[in-house]
């Protein structure tokens, strides 16, 4: 697609929004609002650009990271790769329950306002669930065994 047809087709797609003429004449905040609105019509229109510009710009940044002599990765230190992924365990763990402890807590908002509350209570458990199995993963990250009580306390 050359330039010029994608502008006029981006065009094309911001001005499919709607509003009333006369709202607009009269409302200064319904004509921001209508640009807000063209300009998140552009954006999810941009989107899969922006994804493959944003990976191509990591794999440029981990290139970088490389020496330029064509040395070792991240400054020869072994370690500091296996850290890094023990950090992203770590940090995705902790989202993980806060998110179902947020879960949790709207389903019980929904729950006491008599409003549909199941989806939001799965998505904790399910946040809780993942949440622990990045934990297990960072325990064995860490090289720390994992003890089964089988004998239930005796």
Same mark, same amino acid.
Do not use: E, H, Y
């Given at each position: 697609m050359r330039p010029n047809t994608f502008r006029k087709w981006l065009r094309s797609q911001a001005n499919t929004v709607e509003i009333d003429q006369n709202l607009l004449s009269s409302s200064r905040a319904? @004509?921001?609002? @209508? @640009?807000?609105?063209?300009?998140?019509?552009?954006? !999810?229109?941009l989107a899969?650009?922006?994804?493959?510009?944003?990976?191509?710009?990591?794999?440029a940044v981990s290139t970088m990271a490389q020496g330029p002599g064509g040395g070792?990765?991240?400054?020869? !230190?072994?370690?500091?790769?296996? !850290?890094g992924v023990r950090e992203i365990i770590k940090w995705g763990r902790n989202?993980?329950?806060?998110?179902?402890?947020?879960?949790?807590?709207?389903?019980?908002v929904n729950y006491m306002t008599e409003k549909n509350w199941t989806?939001?209570?799965?998505?904790?458990?399910?946040?809780?669930?993942?949440?622990?199995i990045a934990s297990l993963a960072y325990s064995f990250?860490?090289? !720390?065994a994992v003890n089964l009580d089988?004998?239930?306390?005796?």
């Open positions: 319904a @004509r921001a609002s @209508r @640009r807000l609105i063209q300009a998140s019509v552009i954006l !999810n229109a899969p650009l922006l994804a493959i510009v944003t990976i191509f710009s990591l794999t070792t990765i991240f400054g020869g !230190n072994d370690q500091t790769l296996g !850290n989202l993980l329950f806060l998110l179902g402890i947020g879960g949790l807590m709207w389903a019980a989806k939001q209570a799965l998505g904790g458990v399910f946040c809780f669930a993942f949440g622990s990250s860490q090289g !720390n089988t004998d239930l306390g005796n």
